[in-house]
């Protein structure tokens, strides 16, 4: 049973341009939301994260916009840079079990100079 | 300061055989979970151990077990191997409190032939 569907598999933009990853789930317990970016050859490594009390979180070049109604999530970076081309993992854990994290099956981003 | 290391980074064992991962945490770190990574897919959870004890366990077998030592590091042992197990293992280690983060090690890509 896969908690948390992610989308799109890939994703190609242009140097500049505005890269979107979505996430939906289905546990409604879940109440920790991060995004990690994975390069090859390398761990996970967490870009942002919410919590469902607020519906949008930016740091920098990255936000996460959250839909608490639609149990979705989603990822935008803003001016995708060719070093930003990785593989993103969204993801969600409940209870306080923030260690107890479900992912994702990930999106391979591609920017292009 | 150095992040989670692991050993071996790379592993080739045939089925039926018996494997040991190890894992040493951030320093001040007390916290270790293991994550496995098929290839194309998210990282599932594992095990997680905090003060040497058992804190969670996910949908994997018996064949799969694990344990922290006093110095926060852990090792992960896999019985009977499978093909199936074939994977990237990885470690996360944290601080357990309130919004705790993962921070991931670079895994351990074990081949089962």
């Known amino acids: 049973q896969q908690q948390v569907k992610q989308s799109p598999q890939s994703l190609i933009v242009q140097k500049g341009g505005i890269s979107i990853i979505n996430c939906a789930y289905e546990?409604?317990?879940?109440?920790?939301f991060p995004w990690y970016q994975q390069f090859p050859g390398k761990g996970p490594a967490l870009l942002i994260a919410i919590r469902p009390d607020v519906s949008e979180k930016k740091e920098g070049r990255f936000t996460i916009s959250f839909n608490k109604s639609a149990k979705q999530f989603s990822l935008h970076i803003m001016d995708s840079q060719p070093g930003d081309s990785a593989t993103y993992f969204c993801a969600a854990s409940y209870g306080g079990s923030n260690y107890k994290l479900t992912f994702g099956k990930g999106t391979l981003l591609t920017v292009n100079p | 300061d150095a992040g989670v290391t692991q050993s071996p980074t790379h592993l080739i064992k045939t089925r039926g055989q018996q494997v040991t991962l190890r894992c040493s945490p951030i320093s001040g770190h007390k916290s270790v979970s293991w994550y496995q990574q098929v290839l194309g897919q998210g990282p599932q959870f594992i095990f997680q151990?905090?003060?040497?004890?058992?804190?969670g366990r996910g949908n994997f077998p018996d064949r799969f077990s694990a344990r922290q030592f006093p110095n926060y590091s852990s090792e992960l042992n896999v019985n009977a191997l499978l093909l199936g197990d074939s994977a990237l293992y990885l470690c996360?280690?944290?601080?357990?409190?309130?919004?705790?983060?993962?921070?991931f090690g670079p895994g351990t890509r074990l081949l089962v032939l």
């Open positions: 996360a280690s944290s601080f357990p409190g309130v919004g705790e983060t993962q921070y």
């Open positions: 546990n409604t317990a879940f109440d920790y």
């Open positions: 151990y905090y003060e040497k004890e058992e804190r």
